[in-house]
């Protein structure tokens, strides 16, 4: 990753807000109910959050309400066809549990995965977790405790709408402008290298290099040599004076990566140069003063008896705690979104991954985090261009099933069906006219629905449309018709598709371009 920006510009640019009231809420029992959408048919809507900012209140989701919004920016609400305008009630209570309420609608109500028609009760440790309400199977929105406002506090590469991620940033920002030492803790694959390329981009030192070291790689016995340099002849085949690699970060930065696997022998040097600056390479004579500013990350536990307190209480001058990906599933949405736009697979699939992939992905704990979840992303992109309908239990070699949390520890009053089974994947020459039909009408005529309802990818069903003899493209009827028979459907697109038999999506863009 290559930053252009000045430095200084850089610096004028952080917003330090880690301690303003505004910024971040007292304590646990001042969170904020949040919903934030993590799938949309819009991608542009994905991200979009809305913050229940009354305890006690209630929260009703429609196609018309709430008003879902970026920072700084005007709120809209869900608008998608598929939603109904009859609500879905969440109601907060004095022990901060929600009961969800679906809509008498004929709109499915799901919550992480599993069908709902009846009153749900969520506990307020359920909502630590994170809660995936799917609405219409074409909407995702993640149910959260917010403890920080929203706000645009961006991180070179480090992803996410939820306050784990904002109050992370806000982290990386603060510490950037200072020379102390970090210690970056997470799980593997939560970003600890991207947080720490962020912080030297910020920093006065972002025009130098970012020196970068695996600790686990070094070799026990070369492991001085490497990190603070040799004379020469100082061991067996040392030909050259070697500067080492905090020579070679002078006046830089040194990301020490998985620095719970230092070589005991290196902790002692390592804590040397922290205290005084000094250090001597392998075989010299003269110490030398290293002017490297350090940054440490670990998925280890530094606290066992294995490593170096000493060492220890030099490097946590700073430490940032980066959360694992379960415990921010409101980001699932805008990082599968950067992953995409990274992802040299995505060419005609763009960002339209089937639903129930997205919602699936939502609700894995996913161990390996980030790095997990972009793996899995490429081979579902991959099944994606063969046809196939990827499903994560394939994906992953997973059998995990959130749903099951509900039923089992939630109080319900009434039914919970569980996710409905993909469906076996067919032959387009399988599927007749009326099957398509049939398909379309089942989901008020929105491609994506049908497809899923077929076992079949989006693009094979655009192949379908295009060759069906009873469906018609948007542009090909007359305008005419088009206004006699929305005028018929007193207004509703999805009337109106159906009674043309046009995709609704296809309808509602054209009727946009076309200022209807």
Known sequence: MTYTDGAEQRMNDIDYTLTSPLSRLADNTAALLGLTIVWHPDSQRIGEQFIASNPSGLVEISRFLPLFRHPAKEGLALGYGGISREAVRIARDSVDGVLITPPASRMVVE???AEITEPVYLSREQLED????????AVLICLHWMRCLPKHNPAMGFIGVGSAAILAR???????????????LGETGTGKEIAARAIHAFSKRADAALVTVNMAALNEALAAADLFGAAKGA???????????????????????????????????????????????????????????????????????GFNQALLRRLESFIIHLPPLRSRREDMGVLLLHLLEASKLQNDIGNNL??????????????????????????????????????????????????ASVNENSTISGDSKP???????????????????????????????????????????YKLLDSHSQIRRA?????????????????????????LKTPSEALRRYLKVMGV
């Open 354 to 403: 089937p639903v129930a992939l997205v919602s699936e992905f939502a609700n894995y704990d996913w161990p390996g985090n980030i790095r997990q979840l972009a793996h899995v992303l490429r081979r579902a992109l991959l099944a994606l261009q063969l046809g196939e309908v990827p499903r994560l239990a394939t994906l992953a070699k997973t059998s995990q099933n959130r749903s």
């Open 419 to 461: 996710p409905m089974p993909a469906p076996p994947r067919k032959k387009l020459t399988e599927l007749s006219e009326d099957d398509v039909v049939r398909a379309m009408e089942n989901n008020d005529w929105y491609i994506q629905g049908a497809a899923q309802e077929l076992g079949i990818s989006r693009p094979s069903m």
């Open 170 to 184: 806000d982290q990386i920002r603060q510490v950037a402008g200072t020379e102390l030492p970090v210690l970056l």
């Open 235 to 305: 061991y067996t085949g040392a030909q050259n004076a070697r500067k080492g690699l905090f020579g070679e970060a002078e006046g830089a930065t040194l990301f020490l990566d998985e620095i719970g696997n230092t070589p005991a022998s290196i902790q002692p040097m390592l804590l040397r140069v922290l205290e005084s600056g000094d250090y001597r390479p392998l075989g010299a004579q003269q110490d030398q003063k290293s002017s490297a500013r350090l940054i440490a990350a670990t998925d280890q536990d530094l606290y066992s008896e």
């Open 475 to 499: 542009e090909q009827i007359t305008m005419e018709e088009i206004r006699q028979t929305l005028e018929t459907s007193a207004g509703d697109v999805e009337a109106c598709a159906a009674l």
């Open 111 to 113: 919550v992480n995965g």
């Open 130 to 137: 994170g809660v995936i309400l799917g609405l219409g199977r």
